[in-house]
């Protein structure tokens, strides 16, 4: 090969490499921007209401529960009724040994009839002047202490028969029969369950924030129901115990399905606050000298991160209030804030 010849094979091959080498250039420095840039989420904040909730739960109970004693002392007999029963009012629940007194209510009847039957006479008698004034008298009094008598017997012999005083459902018998029992003793526990309220204890730190204008959603999870409801009652006395206090919120019995001693979880609304802005709570983080948290804006040169200090404020769940540090409109950055420093470029990606 010719020394020509082999210039000109050094010019190509010189030629390549640098057109090469001029190609490859342009991708690696756009690259090398690219890896300087995070990509991120953002979303705008505007201002909406912020709701507090307290979590608790609670039981129900029959607004109308009430205990049954006898009235008098005596063996229970029989009893008809069994624990989940319904009864109306009236009905029969237990009965008891009257025997005795049934016995002189019977002894009163004959006394009575047959001094009805001479108070009769002696008054047809009066009528012909036969006996005195005195006698028809002796005979009418005699008739009317035996009729009170009758009627105090047979009140007593009622006693002896245990009756439901309101309608509802026998949550709770404590006798059985055989044994002696008197006035005085709980024989039968009754709950009206048309008459049912919800009730809870709640910290004593909220006190002051809990009131009866409170809403309050009650989930009844073993029948899978939900009720919204104001606060019925709101005890204002502490319990020295466990440092609680009370709530009430009266219920209906939703297709009749809700029964006493249920469990109910409930979801006290304590606190509103409206047209304030919030931010979802895992995205501002904490240095010495306060919270702060990274905006994107946007500039000549592209979209920027940029650290925005702020003051928060109440916080339920994944929000939290931030009561200074940004405007509505601000484009907080929700996703990447934790690869990005203040003022490094960004790429925004859609949601």
């Known amino acids: 090969m010719d020394i020509r010849t082999m210039n000109k094979l050094l010019v190509f091959v010189f ?158 018998v404590y006798i059985k029969e055989g044994e002696n ?46 009720i919204v409801k104001p606060i019925d009652v709101v005890s204002k006395v502490i319990d020295p115990m466990n440092r609680t206090f009370g709530i009430e919120v009266y219920i209906p019995n939703i297709d009749g399905m809700v029964y006493p001693n249920m469990v109910a979880k409930l979801k006290v609304n304590d606190y509103q606050q409206n047209n304030v802005l919030t931010v979802p709570i895992n995205i501002v983080q904490s240095t010495n000298g306060g919270g702060y948290l990274y905006v994107a804006e946007e500039t000549e040169s592209g979209w920027l991160a940029k650290q925005r200090s702020v003051v928060t404020g109440k916080s339920y769940q994944d929000k939290i209030i931030i009561e200074e540090g940004l405007e509505p409109g601000d484009q907080i950055i929700t996703v990447g804030y934790n690869n990005i420093n203040d003022g490094d470029p960004i790429s925004i990606q859609e949601n």
Request: charged content about 25%.
């Open 15 to 172: 030629s390549t490499l640098i057109l090469a080498s001029a190609c490859s250039d342009g991708p690696a420095v756009e690259n090398e921007k690219e890896d300087n840039t995070v990509s991120v989420n953002v979303e705008k904040v505007i201002p909406s209401t912020f709701n507090h909730y307290l979590n608790i739960q609670g039981n129900v109970e029959s607004d109308k529960t009430i205990s049954i004693t006898p009235k008098a002392t005596a063996t229970v007999e029989e009893i008809p009724v069994r624990a989940g029963d319904f009864v109306e009012k009236g009905a029969v629940l237990a009965k008891l040994d009257g025997e005795v007194t049934r016995t002189q209510i019977e002894e009163v009847k004959s006394q009575l009839k047959l001094a009805k039957t001479r108070y009769e006479r002696q008054k047809n008698l009066r009528k012909d002047n036969i006996g005195s004034e005195i006698q028809l008298l002796e005979a009418e009094t005699q008739v009317r202490s035996l009729e009170n008598q009758l009627a105090t017997l047979q009140e007593q012999y009622d006693n002896y028969t245990i009756t439901a005083t309101i309608s509802g459902t026998v949550n709770r």
């Open 181 to 226: 029992i008197g006035p005085g003793e709980p024989a039968f526990q009754i709950a009206n369950s048309e008459a049912l309220k919800v009730t809870a204890e709640i910290s004593e730190f909220y006190i002051n924030r809990v009131e009866t204008t409170d809403s309050v959603t009650i989930t009844l999870p073993s029948i899978d129901k939900q």
